[in-house]
Structure formats: structure tokens, C-alpha cells
């Protein structure tokens, strides 16, 4: 091979270099071996001859190890005692090896040389086989594996070739020799190349393998270090100087995290660092509260957030006496009850019925007398209150005494007879031992239509097919329980020949007078508001605030049907399809509007309640409340999807009380062309629009006028319509331009931001189609509209919420119908607005979809794992979103079961706001549920191993098992008075569960005093 090679220049031998002397400094085994033999000779020889001798004759044990270390290999079988003693073998022991390329070693054919834990000192070898290494810029938990961080740095520029030159580098930016006289300053300071075919050259620790990629440096991690902890300083010598500064407190309080995340190799705290934190937490909280002063509002934020860290760290006796300690000092405040409900609601060990019900009284007694006390304790807030106290009722199996209590309160506030002033709670005790037809049941009239004389109780025809008595089997038991909860599910009568054994099937007034004493008489569309997130069901359309309640994590129920997502076939799906999967998520979160209702699916699944029941409450609140025009919406809306031969009758009858309603006109519109009647729609949106009127409303009629033509996609009508002529000239645009800008103006004037959301979003549409399709066009009048509610300080408002979602309806068509659209258009457009409602669905959807089409970048999980880690008490239905949208990705994008688990995990923890949402865990135990059968149904060779052992295929099965039975037993602890999620276990878990399991989880229901209709005893030996 020598004689086939190119004689260069370069490549002759140097001159060899002069011998240098040996080093004085012996080596460590030379060291070692002096004092030993030094020691036993030491009564015959002198210091001069055994120097002497030991130069003249080196000793045998050396010889051995110098020619050793010569050799290609040897074997010790002896071993070094030394190593014991210094921890390291001794490197000049170590025989040379010859690397064969590609990190191979010769004489090592099953192992590589480890390239993430090798360095000049030591190189690892690891097997061939074994988990794939993760590249460094892609990994998605890079970030959090090393405290140093990654920049990217631009490549040199490969300099020109020296024709001059009898070679050809192989690298133009290998670093020369110190003592070449051509170095310039760049090459000095360049960094120096690893010539792999050696091992003696002197390994870089801050060079990392991609030669694009470098450390920062020290000084910048030091730097990022000082911030935090001079931070920490500023805010210490903040509550230092004015120790009555709440904020300072607060943010002292929240820094301790950063602080607990320095020098940490990851950025998520173990359960111990928690704790940990939540020590330093409660030590901070409990010095401010000695130092705040008396300021009352202060006080209670400080022993809520003290109290909300101690259920981390104390048990949970020591945090009870705590919050009732705190709740005699504070008796009316809204925030400690709300927190001390959390607490008794959702501890295990102390959950039990009755006294959680009796808590629940008693914070309403309490907020009761507190009206006149606290300006913050409305009547909102004890509506909120009364939602939660009946949905702990229905969920823990009381459905007749929670339903009955809702039936109570719209009948004695809403329905009750007029001119009644005097005697109101006895009367209505009157009309309720009379048993008469109540609000929601058939021919019921209302409280106001009904004379206690003449009232007779309705006839019960409910039959149940098994016979009563306790029952042995769990299968008999699963039966017969499931049969009462469905026939059983509404309040009885003493006249009732079934359920009259039961003491909590039929309801008395005694059992509710106590509620409507203390639940105040709101306005009505918040009480008709709070019992439609009691049902399940998507709020009012067009409320001008935003109701406490459906953010509450107790209270935030699947409204839709709870199915395994279906992952997206292609992998470049088109942006209808996957807008309208993204769409369906579990735990959606909008601003309703009339456009929005109509799409809903008012599924009940959640309450379980009959859609006739909910439909015969909706008409008699509408029917004797002629001047809520939201309630007449809504009950259009609800009826084209259960009854939808219904919904022509419901409208005339509506338009005959109140014909001038623009609203019930547009929704009735709008239901015809949802079942598909688009001629009928177009005539009545057409004679609506006749009806003079300069409300909101008229504009919210043309803007879905207008709509109802796009998504025909017939733009030239939809012109027409914005036009309101047919004639098309540029003189009658810039008319309809003209009469737009000035109502936006006006409406902007005075402030009427329900005109000023459509009307802009009708002037964006002008643009649009005036302008060839120019989506820029009309997302420029979106942004003056975005920067006058900026101004004014309405950024987050429910106006500007509306606001956003008319530009993602807008987004969402032109994607559709478009050629060609760059995804930056969609992504730059909604992430501010994403930012203001990180938990808007609508938003989020269409985001996702517009990312699915380039899946590689991958975006909406990094946007989703941002907005996730802003806080701990991230919204359910955030994450119910990133759960759904995890799943719908499929494993080309990334996503498997691991990752959907991790999750779900994450969405559940102790910090997390979802980890008390009921429908979360159910959809967790569904989803692994899901898996085992997969796991079962997946065709595999189910033989035992020869040695007796298990099949693969019958560990993977085990596995899943014992996935299905921690994810039920951990969603057991955190919603305890849930008892339609242990009953999963007799149902959709059945097959996961053994009859002595489900005998004691029959026992954990009895002692946390959940309703039981049927009694199960303990089968006879």
C-alpha cells in the first residue's frame, strides 16, 4: 500500500526531535516500590547501595509491567492492591488500543466508545445494542438534563484554496502550530479540532459533538445565578423597608422556587423539593403575617396561600385545626371558605358526606351574614357556592335531593306567584308538601300558575325489574345499582309505591329550607346560568362577565361524549379535518356567542339527566320570562339537537310573545340552516333584518348573515349581503365602508363594545373580499380594534375574548379555502391572543390545526408546554386540551402512550389545577383501559418461555393491569366524594377488578357515605 501513495510534501517525516532526559519525579509505582523494599532492607544495606542496586538491576515486577504495557494486550490475573488505595488503576498500565472508526475499538467488536460520558481522563464503552442516543438540538428534554445551556454559532467561511499548495487540506479550519508565522488572530482564536485517529491529544470539556453548537459560557451561567439571587435580595429589603407591602410579600413568596432551582440539573422539583419549598413557603408566610399589620384583605391572601402550602407539608389534622382557627378570625371571607370547602371536599382520610355537607351550610349561612359586611361576598359568589355544594350532592349519589334543591330555588325565586310579599317561605312550604307538578316535570305550570287546591301529584310509572333486599353477588349488584341511578334519578313522592323504603328518595321541604334561607335571590340569568353548568351544559350566550364558576376545576364536566380520541390519518391532514377534530375537546372553554351555541352538542352524559327534563325547564323560564332573550336562545339552540321538530313550533311561539326580537329571529336562523333548511334561514335572517333596530344584536345578525354565506363558500353573495344591494360599484362599498366606520366609531365612543366586536368583524369581511382575498387586509381592522381595547386596558375583557375568536373563525375560512397560505400568517396572527386566553379552545384549535399541516415543526406542543408551566394551577381545560391534542398527533408526530400518560400525570399531580377534576380521571382510567385492550387484542405469540417464564406478550398485559389500577386508585384519593368514579371499577374496569376488590371498594363507598340503593353483603363460605 506504501507504494501506491502520493509522495506529498507535507507528508515527509520531520527530524526526529533531540532525546530529552528522563524526569526527575519518579512515578507513583517506582514511589511505592522504594519504600517497600527500602523497608526490608533497611538493617543491610546502606542509602548509597540500595540506590545503587536499584539502578543497576531494575526488579522483575517492574520489567513485567514495562514490557506489558508494550504489549497489544495481556492478562492480569493478579491484579493492582494499588487501586483499592488511589480509586483509579494506574494509567501507565493501561495497554494502547487502535480505534477502527465510528467509535469501534479493535479487539471490542459488541461495544462503542461512549461519546456523552468519555473525556481525556477516561473513555467509556458501551453496547451496541441499547437505547438510542438523543441528539442535542432536537431532544425536547435537552433543556432540562444540563444546567449549561446551548447557542448556535455561524459557520466560518472555508477560505480559498492555495493553488500554490502541493496538498489538498481535508480542513481549511483546523487550527495550525503555534509556531507557524502565517497564524492570524482568527485562526488563534480558533477553536481546535479533535483528531479522532488519536488518543494523547488533550480533550476539550467545554467542546460539545456538534461542531454548530457550543457551551455558554461560565460567566454567563454565573450571571444568570446572580439575577436570581439578587432578586431574592431586592425583594428581602423590600419587605425590610415596608413590611406592609402585600405584593413584596407575594413576590418573596413565589421567588423561593427559583431560588430551590439553582444548580439543578432539571427544572421540575422531585415531591421531596416540593415539600421542601412549601417549608421555606409556610416560614415566609407566617413571618409576613407578623409583620403585614391588621390590614384585614391582606391578611386573609397571606393565610390562604400559608394554608394552601401546608396541605404539602403538614398532616392533615394539623391543617384542619388551622383552617378553623383562621375561618373564627375571618368568618365572612370568600376566599378562606372556598379554600377550607377544597380542602374538606378532597381529603381522603377526612371526606365523609354529611360533615362535608354540613361545611357546605355553614359557608353559606356565613357569606348569608356576611352580605352586608364584605362588598366582595355577591350574590355571584354564593351562587357559586350553591353550584358546588349541589354538584358534590349529585356526585356522591344524592341526585334526587340535588335536583330537588335546583327545582326548589327557580321556583321560589323565578317562578314565584306576583305581588307576594308576605309569608313567601311558608307558602311556598305549601306548594311543595302539595306535591303538584314541579318546574321541569310534566305538566308543570310554575309555582305562579297553580292553585294548592286544585294541584295533584304526577303518577309514577316507574317499574324496576329487579326485586329489592340486599344481593351477594357483584355482578347482581352492579345490575341493580346502575338500574335505580337511572330510574330513581328524580325527586319521588310520599304517593310512590317504588323507592318508598328509601329515606333519601323522596325529598321534603324540611330537607331544603335550609338552602333556600341562605342562597340569595339573584338575577335570573345568573341563577339559569349556574344551574346550566350544574347540568353539564355550555353557558348563556352573550354574558357580559365571566361566571367563577365554570372555571372551577370541582365543576368542569366533558361536554362532549367521552370517547378515546381518534388519532389523524393522513399525515399532513387538511385543515378542516383537523380543525374540526381539535375542536371536540373533552373540557371546551369559549366565549359563547350565538354563532358558537349553535355548534355545541349539549351533551348530558356528565349529569345524566333527560334532555326532556332540561328542555321543560328552559320553556317554562322562557315562557314566563318573556324579556330574557337569552333563555328563548338558548332553548332553540338546545332543541336542534334533541328535538329538532320541535324547533319551528318553539321559535313561533317565542316571536308571537316578543316579535321584535332580533336574537330569537337570528337564532331560529340559525338552527333552520344547522339541520340543513338554508333556504329557510336565508328567508328568515332576511325578514330580521328588515326589523329596524341599532342594537348589537342587528349587527350580530348580519355578521352571521354574512357567514352563513362564506361557509357556502359563496363570497360574491356574502359581498351582496354586506353590501345589502346588488348593486356592486365601488361608490356602494365605500358607502357600506363609510356606514360601518362611523358605527364602530360611535360604538367605540360610547363604549359598547357588544356593537363594536361585530361591526369590526363586518368591516374586516368588506376588506376582505374587496381586496382579492387579502387576509392581511382584514386582520389590519382586527388590530386597531386589538389596540384601542389595549389602550383602554380591555385586553383580557370578554369583549376582547369575542373579539379574538372572530379573528380565528376568520383564520379558519381563508385556511380552508385558499391556495396556498404560509403557516407564519395563523401563528402570528393568534399568539397574542393565545397569550391574554391561554385556556380558549376556540383559539387553540385552530392554532393546532394550522400547525398539523407542517407537523414537523412541532409548535403546539412547545406553545402548550409554555402556557402549561405558567402556573401550577394551569386550568383543566388546558389540559384536557394538551391531552386531546397529544393524542390526535399519532406516533409520526411524536406522540405515543407514554407521552399522553406523562400528561395525564402531570395534569393530575398534587400542584396541578386539574388534580380535583372528576372528569379528568375518568378520562385517564378510560384512556388505560383503552391500552390494556389493545394490549390484549394485539396478535402475539402467547406461548411461556421454555424456562417456564412469562410470554412477552403476558408481561406487556400485566403491565397495563397494573397501570389501570394506579391510575384508579390514585384518582380514588383526589376526588373521594366522587362515587360515580369508583363505580368505573364495577363498570368500564370491570374486567381489571376481582370480587374481594370490589367488595372492599364497596366498603370505601359505604364508609365515605355515598348514596347506595342496593345493599351488597359478603358472600356466605
Not at 40 to 54: I, L, P, T, V
Not at 130 to 147: F, G, V
Request: proline content about 5%; glycine content about 4%; hydrophobic content about 35%.
Amino acid at each position: 500500500m506504501s507504494s501506491t501513495a502520493p509522495k506529498f510534501a507535507s507528508f515527509r517525516p520531520k527530524a526526529k526531535a533531540s532525546e530529552q532526559p528522563p524526569p526527575e519525579e519518579p512515578r507513583r509505582e517506582e514511589k511505592e516500590y522504594t519504600k517497600r523494599e527500602s523497608s526490608r532492607d533497611r538493617k543491610r544495606k546502606s542509602s548509597r547501595e540500595r540506590k545503587r542496586d536499584e539502578r543497576r538491576s531494575p526488579p522483575r515486577e517492574e520489567r513485567l509491567r514495562d514490557e506489558s504495557s508494550k504489549k497489544p494486550y495481556f492478562s492480569d490475573r493478579r491484579g493492582d492492591v494499588d487501586i483499592v488505595k488511589y480509586g483509579t488503576p494506574n494509567r501507565y498500565d493501561v495497554p494502547s488500543y487502535r480505534r477502527t472508526g465510528y467509535g469501534n475499538v479493535l479487539g471490542l467488536p459488541h461495544q462503542k466508545i461512549d461519546r456523552e460520558n468519555s473525556t481525556d481522563k477516561k473513555i467509556y464503552m458501551t453496547p451496541l445494542v441499547r437505547q438510542r442516543q438523543k441528539r442535542m438540538l432536537t431532544d425536547k428534554h435537552a433543556a432540562n438534563e444540563s444546567r449549561r445551556t446551548l447557542r448556535l454559532i455561524k459557520v466560518a467561511e472555508p477560505p480559498q484554496s492555495d493553488a500554490t499548495r502541493d496538498f489538498i487540506a481535508l480542513s481549511g479550519a483546523r487550527k495550525r502550530k503555534r509556531g507557524s508565522q502565517t497564524d492570524s488572530e482568527e485562526d488563534i482564536n480558533a477553536a481546535p479540532d479533535v483528531d479522532y485517529r488519536g488518543i494523547d491529544e488533550q480533550h476539550d470539556p467545554d467542546k460539545v459533538d456538534d461542531p454548530d453548537t457550543y457551551y455558554d459560557s461560565d460567566t454567563e451561567a454565573a450571571n444568570t445565578i446572580s439575577e436570581v439571587t439578587q432578586k431574592n435580595s431586592r425583594l428581602i429589603r423590600e419587605t425590610r423597608d415596608d413590611p406592609s407591602n402585600l405584593q413584596a410579600w407575594l413576590d418573596l413568596i413565589d421567588h423561593q422556587e427559583a431560588m430551590m432551582k439553582l444548580d439543578r440539573a432539571i427544572s421540575e422539583l422531585s415531591a421531596a423539593d416540593r415539600q421542601n419549598l412549601a417549608d421555606v413557603r409556610i416560614s415566609t408566610y407566617e413571618e409576613a403575617l407578623r409583620k403585614i399589620g391588621d390590614a384585614d384583605a391582606s391578611r386573609v391572601q397571606l393565610q390562604a396561600g400559608l394554608l394552601r402550602e401546608a396541605q404539602r407539608y403538614w398532616n392533615d389534622e394539623k391543617v384542619a385545626t388551622r383552617w378553623q382557627h383562621v375561618l373564627k378570625k375571618h368568618p365572612h371571607s370568600r376566599r378562606l371558605w372556598f379554600g377550607y370547602l377544597d380542602f374538606a371536599q378532597s381529603t381522603f382520610a377526612r371526606f365523609k358526606y354529611e360533615d362535608c355537607r354540613v361545611t357546605f351550610s355553614q359557608a353559606l349561612e356565613a357569606l348569608h351574614a356576611a352580605d352586608s359586611v364584605d362588598d366582595s361576598v355577591t350574590s355571584q359568589a354564593r351562587m357559586h357556592l350553591f353550584v358546588r355544594l349541589t354538584t358534590m350532592m349529585q356526585e356522591a349519589g344524592y341526585q334526587e335531593l340535588a335536583l330537588a334543591a335546583w327545582q326548589a330555588l327557580l321556583e321560589y325565586h323565578l317562578l314565584a306567584p306576583l305581588n307576594l310579599a308576605t309569608d313567601k317561605m311558608q307558602r311556598f312550604e305549601e306548594f311543595w308538601e302539595s306535591e303538584a307538578p314541579r318546574i321541569g316535570e310534566p305538566d308543570s305550570k310554575g309555582w305562579r300558575h297553580l292553585s294548592t287546591e286544585d294541584a295533584v301529584p304526577p303518577t309514577c310509572s316507574i317499574i324496576l325489574e329487579a326485586p329489592g333486599g340486599p344481593v351477594s353477588s357483584v355482578e347482581d349488584y352492579r345490575k341493580r345499582e346502575l338500574e335505580h341511578v337511572s330510574k330513581l334519578r328524580y325527586p319521588g313522592r310520599s304517593t310512590d309505591e317504588v323507592g318508598e323504603d328509601d329515606p333519601f328518595h323522596t325529598i321534603f321541604f324540611s330537607d331544603l329550607k335550609d338552602i333556600l334561607v341562605n342562597v340569595p335571590n339573584a338575577p335570573a340569568q345568573i341563577q339559569i346560568d349556574a344551574f346550566l353548568c350544574f347540568c353539564g351544559l355550555p353557558p348563556l350566550a352573550e354574558i357580559p362577565k365571566r361566571r367563577p364558576w365554570w372555571e372551577d376545576p370541582y365543576l368542569q364536566r366533558s361536554r362532549s361524549e367521552t370517547k378515546c380520541s381518534t388519532k389523524l390519518e393522513p399525515e399532513t391532514p387538511r385543515f378542516a379535518e383537523a380543525f374540526s377534530q381539535y375542536s371536540l375537546s373533552p373540557l371546551p372553554s369559549f366565549y359563547t356567542t350565538s354563532d358558537i351555541l349553535i355548534q355545541q352538542t349539549f351533551s348530558l352524559e356528565s349529569s345524566q339527566l333527560d334532555p326532556g327534563f332540561v328542555r321543560n325547564i328552559l320553556k317554562s323560564l322562557a315562557t314566563n320570562l318573556p324579556d330574557n332573550e337569552a333563555i328563548g336562545e338558548y332553548l332553540l339552540a338546545f332543541e336542534s339537537v334533541h328535538f329538532p321538530s320541535e324547533v319551528a313550533k318553539t321559535a313561533k311561539r317565542l316571536l308571537k310573545v316578543n316579535p321584535t326580537s332580533v336574537r330569537l329571529y337570528n337564532m331560529y336562523a340559525l338552527a333552520e340552516n344547522q339541520l340543513g333548511n338554508t333556504a329557510k334561514a336565508s328567508q328568515v335572517f332576511a325578514a330580521a333584518l328588515a326589523i329596524k333596530s341599532s342594537s348589537a344584536a342587528h349587527l350580530q345578525l348580519l355578521q352571521d348573515y354574512v357567514w352563513q354565506a362564506l361557509h357556502g363558500d359563496d363570497k360574491t353573495e356574502a359581498l351582496r349581503r354586506l353590501l345589502l344591494s346588488d348593486n356592486k360599484t365601488q361608490g356602494s362599498i365605500t358607502s357600506a365602508r363609510s356606514s360601518l366606520q362611523s358605527t364602530l366609531e360611535a360604538a367605540l365612543l360610547a363604549s359598547d363594545l357588544p356593537s363594536a366586536v361585530p361591526c369590526t368583524a363586518l368591516l374586516a369581511c368588506l376588506s376582505y373580499l374587496t381586496s382579492s382575498y387579502n387576509a392581511s387586509a382584514a386582520l389590519s381592522v382586527h388590530g386597531n380594534l386589538t389596540s384601542w381595547l389595549a389602550s383602554h386596558r380591555l385586553h383580557t375583557s370578554v369583549h376582547a375574548e369575542s373579539h379574538a375568536q372572530a379573528i380565528a373563525q376568520f383564520l379558519a375560512f381563508h385556511v380552508s379555502h385558499a391556495a396556498v397560505v404560509r403557516p407564519s400568517l395563523v401563528r402570528d396572527a393568534l399568539e397574542p391572543y393565545i397569550a391574554a386566553f391561554p385556556s380558549n379552545t376556540v383559539l387553540l384549535s385552530v392554532y393546532a390545526a394550522n400547525e398539523a399541516r407542517f407537523a414537523i415543526d412541532d409548535r403546539v406542543r412547545g406553545h402548550m408546554a409554555r402556557v402549561l408551566n405558567l402556573s401550577p394551577a394551569s386550568s383543566a381545560s388546558s389540559w384536557a386540551f394538551a391531552i386531546h391534542h397529544e393524542a390526535l398527533k399519532g406516533a409520526i408526530a411524536g406522540s405515543t402512550a407514554h407521552s399522553i400518560r406523562a400528561l395525564y400525570a402531570r395534569a393530575t399531580s398534587g400542584d396541578a389545577g386539574a388534580a380535583h377534576s372528576p372528569s379528568l380521571w375518568a378520562m385517564w382510567l378510560r384512556f388505560e383501559m383503552a391500552q390494556l385492550r389493545a394490549a390484549r387484542d394485539t396478535p402475539a405469540n402467547r406461548r411461556p418461555r421454555r424456562d417456564g417464564g412469562k410470554s412477552k406478550w403476558q408481561t406487556r398485559v400485566e403491565e397495563h393491569v397494573t397501570r389501570v389500577r394506579a391510575a384508579f386508585y390514585e384518582g380514588l384519593k383526589r376526588v373521594p366524594w366522587c362515587k360515580d368514579f369508583v363505580m368505573l371499577a364495577f363498570t368500564d374496569a370491570r374486567e381489571v377488578f376481582t370480587d374481594e376488590e370490589l367488595m372492599r371498594l364497596y366498603g370505601v363507598m359505604a364508609e365515605k357515605e355515598h348514596r347506595l340503593y342496593v345493599e351488597l353483603e359478603e358472600p356466605r363460605n
